[in-house]
Structure formats: structure tokens, C-alpha cells
């Protein structure tokens, strides 16, 4: 089997705890398995004996640990992907805890569905190299192991003795089984679970990524994508009426005179080629280059919303820190209701942080797709969903209640600190409900 064949398998996301990440110290647990609530059931999807959310929405102060709880997920997945090409000497990186021991473990856990079957991975670092590592899955419900590890100790479940040997001869310290395993076996379970963090989970970082290119050529492969786009900027109000795109190969030696390279740098490229990207968005009267004369938001609205269509048709998890950077809060709103109201048949999540208070809404969001981001008294990050706070009711406005500090996860001004500034600068009263100055 080709583990990079494209397939139509259903994927979601149940649960994600990590420890000693960044700003995390202890356990936090993330889930996207619904609580007993039958508000907005429509927006639920069942498997098995759980009912599976499609987002989920993450707030909290700068600082407070938001981007680095999605970096733990990203460091998993990446190191997924990528660790089969760790070369001897080479450490993992682990991004411990600044109150953590040197010799102290990162941990993190996951639990996912792919092709309608349950997985449970997870694995530990310590001192910058693989401590554990283990893969179960659940066929039928039951748990079944795959292998576990202890250093470099592997223990193959009982359906799996014999399989693994090449994989175990090139494992090193420094590399998860199931990066070897998924490259040098032939196990079809093995193999699902790496694709689920190669293939199924999207983590989009808008200081990162840029996916204009990869925008252009779904519009260029996918008619249905390009009228999408086009439906959504008009349904938006921006004018456009509609987008001319075009991605072709091109030797870097035959670009245009005004682009030429030295010489000394085509000699070095040879008949190296690069990508020439246009990207024209029509309006009634004229058209405006994407690249050079359109709007901050506009663009982003170009690289996002492609990937998205793309994502939700494959029923891929999106994962993004920051959703509203350069994107007006409608079109947040929108994006949003996308994964909650796409078609049935299909499912895909959508997991994001944010600060526009204006998206919690009782309406929008069930009290279990909420979650907060906090520190503590060690300046560790608590992780906690707004289920877990007492009195909130069902019609409750979500976003007085954030804001007023009810569900904590918010900077709030101390009266303290500011009267030390003093009143030269400040008038306390007015700030806090006295006498306007």
C-alpha cells in the first residue's frame, strides 16, 4: 500500500492532552467529544457510543497559552512526519517548561477516529530524546495493541509479532516507532494512524503559512472551488464579480527581462523552474492584481478560503491560531458555520483561538466548544472548558460573561496597580464607575 494515496476516509479528532510543553506544565486536556447537553444536537456528529463536536473555539489573555498549546499539536504531528530522518546525534527538541526539571518528560496523548475506527497514540521526550511511545486501536470497541515502547524496547501486540523487524532495526533514539514503522512494515492499521497526522490535520499560522499558491491551484484544478470563492466574496459585499487565476511552470533563466537573474546566479540554477502566479480580481469596471494591489483582507480572504472548501470536502481538522488576524468578524462568523452547517455526508473540524468576543454566542456555540486558556500561580497555562464552570446557563450571554471576568481567562486592570501609577495620569473614578473627569 501506498501510504501517500489519496483516500475518502472519515477522520475526526476526539481528544489531545500534552504536559510540560511551553507555558504547560502540568496535564491539560482538550476534547472534542460532546457533553450531555441536547442543546443544538444537528451540530453533533455520533460514533459509537460518543457524540463528536465539529469546532471548537479556544480564548484567553496574551500570554496565556493559547499559540502553545496548538505549537504541542503541531510538534506532534510534525515530529510524526518527520522524525524517520533524525540522523544519530541529532536531539529531539523539547520545549520544556521554564519550572521544569532538566531531567523532567514531555508527554503527549491523542485519541482519533480514521476510516471509522479509533486510535490511541501517544509518546513521552525526555531529555531531548524518545522515552515511550505507544499505538492501540479499537476495532469492534475493543482495545487492541499495536506495539509499545520503552526506549528503544519494542513490544508488538499479539497480532503483530515477527512484522516489525525491519522497522526496529533502523529505530533509533531519536525517532518514533511510528515514523520506521510507517515507512519499513506493511501494517494497514499502523499505517492509518501515521496518515491521520501527515494528511488529516491542517494547522494553518497565519506568520507561517501562505497558501495563495496552493488557493490558486485548487481554483485552477476545481471549477466548484473557483465558484465558491467568488459566491462567498460577493455574499461578503466586497464588488468582486469575479477571479482569473493562473499557475504555470517556468525556467527561472527564461523570466522576464525586468525579473532576469545575474548571470552567475543562472549559471548556478541551471534549467532549475519556478512557479509564475497570476491572480486578477475582477470587478465591474476594471481589475486589480491580487499580489501587488489588493487589500490586507482580501488576500487573506484568497489564501483561506480555498484551503477551507478544500478541507471541508475531504473532511480534513483545521487547526488555526489567531483566526481573525486581517479577517473582518462576519467573515470569521461565516467561516465558522461552514464546519458547523456543511453538508451532512460530510465532516470535518474546525479548532481555533481567537479574541474577537463577538463569535461567543449561545446561538453559534454549544457551553461545550468553548474552552480557556489561564495562568496560574507558577505561570503555567490551565486549559479549561466553560462546562466546567458552575452556573452558566444554556441562554446565558457568553460574552458579557467573558468579558465582565465571569470565566476568568481575561486580563483584567488592577486598581491596585493603577493607583500606585497615581492620579496624575489616571483618573481612577472614571475608569472604575466614579465621577467622570
Given at each position: 500500500m501506498n501510504i501517500y494515496q489519496k483516500e475518502e476516509v472519515s477522520k475526526m479528532l476526539l481528544e489531545f492532552k500534552c504536559s510540560n510543553h511551553r507555558s504547560i506544565k502540568e496535564e491539560v486536556n482538550f476534547s472534542m467529544i460532546a457533553g450531555s447537553d441536547n442543546t443544538s444536537e444537528e451540530l453533533l456528529k455520533d460514533f459509537g457510543n460518543f457524540r463528536v463536536l465539529r469546532s471548537a473555539v479556544i480564548y484567553g489573555a496574551n500570554g496565556s497559552g493559547k499559540s502553545n498549546f496548538i505549537s504541542a499539536l503541531l510538534f506532534m504531528c510534525d515530529l510524526v512526519g518527520n522524525s524517520i530522518n533524525y540522523q544519530p546525534g541529532q536531539g529531539v527538541f523539547q520545549a520544556r517548561h521554564k519550572l521544569s526539571a532538566e531531567d523532567s518528560s514531555s508527554e503527549y496523548r491523542i485519541q482519533f477516529v480514521r476510516n471509522d475506527i479509533r486510535y490511541a497514540y501517544g509518546f513521552s521526550v525526555k531529555k531531548n530524546l524518545i522515552q515511550d511511545e505507544y499505538l492501540y486501536y479499537f476495532p469492534k470497541g475493543r482495545q487492541v495493541k499495536i506495539f509499545e515502547r520503552n526506549g528503544l524496547e519494542i513490544r508488538p501486540g499479539d497480532r503483530y509479532k515477527g512484522v516489525f523487524d525491519v522497522s526496529i532495526s533502523i529505530l533509533k533514539d531519536n525517532r518514533l516507532f511510528l515514523s520506521c514503522a510507517a515507512n519499513y512494515s506493511n501494517v494497514k492499521e499502523l499505517e492509518e494512524a501515521f496518515m491521520f497526522f501527515k494528511t488529516d490535520i491542517v494547522v494553518y499560522n497565519p506568520e507561517i503559512n501562505n497558501w495563495t499558491e496552493y488557493s490558486i491551484k485548487l481554483m485552477q484544478d476545481n471549477d466548484m472551488i473557483k465558484k465558491t470563492f467568488v459566491n462567498i466574496l460577493q455574499a461578503l459585499g466586497t464588488g468582486a464579480k469575479d477571479v482569473k487565476v493562473k499557475l504555470e511552470k517556468i525556467k527561472l533563466a527564461d523570466l522576464p527581462q525586468e525579473l532576469q537573474l545575474p548571470d552567475a546566479l543562472k549559471s548556478l540554477l541551471g534549467t532549475k523552474e519556478g512557479n509564475r502566479i497570476e491572480a486578477k480580481v475582477v470587478y465591474d469596471q476594471f481589475e486589480v492584481d491580487l499580489m501587488t494591489e489588493e487589500s490586507t483582507g482580501v488576500k487573506r480572504l484568497f489564501q483561506m478560503i480555498c484551503p477551507i472548501i478544500d478541507i471541508l470536502d475531504k473532511g480534513k481538522i483545521l487547526i488555526c491560531d489567531e483566526l481573525e488576524t486581517s479577517l473582518h468578524e462576519s467573515v470569521i462568523f461565516q467561516i465558522v458555520q461552514l464546519f458547523q452547517k456543511y453538508q451532512k455526508d460530510k465532516f470535518a473540524q474546525l479548532i481555533f483561538s481567537t479574541h474577537d468576543t463577538s463569535l461567543l454566542d449561545s446561538d453559534l456555540f454549544r457551553r461545550d466548544q468553548v474552552w480557556f486558556?489561564?495562568?496560574?500561580?507558577?505561570?503555567?497555562?490551565?486549559?479549561?472548558?466553560?462546562?466546567?464552570?458552575?452556573?452558566?446557563?444554556?441562554?446565558?450571554?457568553?460574552?458579557?460573561?467573558y468579558v465582565s471576568g465571569k470565566y476568568g481567562a481575561i486580563p483584567m486592570l488592577n486598581k491596585n496597580i493603577l493607583s500606585r501609577i497615581g492620579t496624575k495620569y489616571f483618573r481612577i473614578g472614571g475608569l472604575y464607575g466614579g465621577e467622570k473627569s
Open positions: 486558556t489561564q495562568l496560574n500561580n507558577e505561570r503555567a497555562t490551565d486549559l479549561y472548558s466553560l462546562v466546567e464552570i458552575k452556573n452558566v446557563r444554556k441562554s446565558e450571554n457568553l460574552e458579557k460573561g
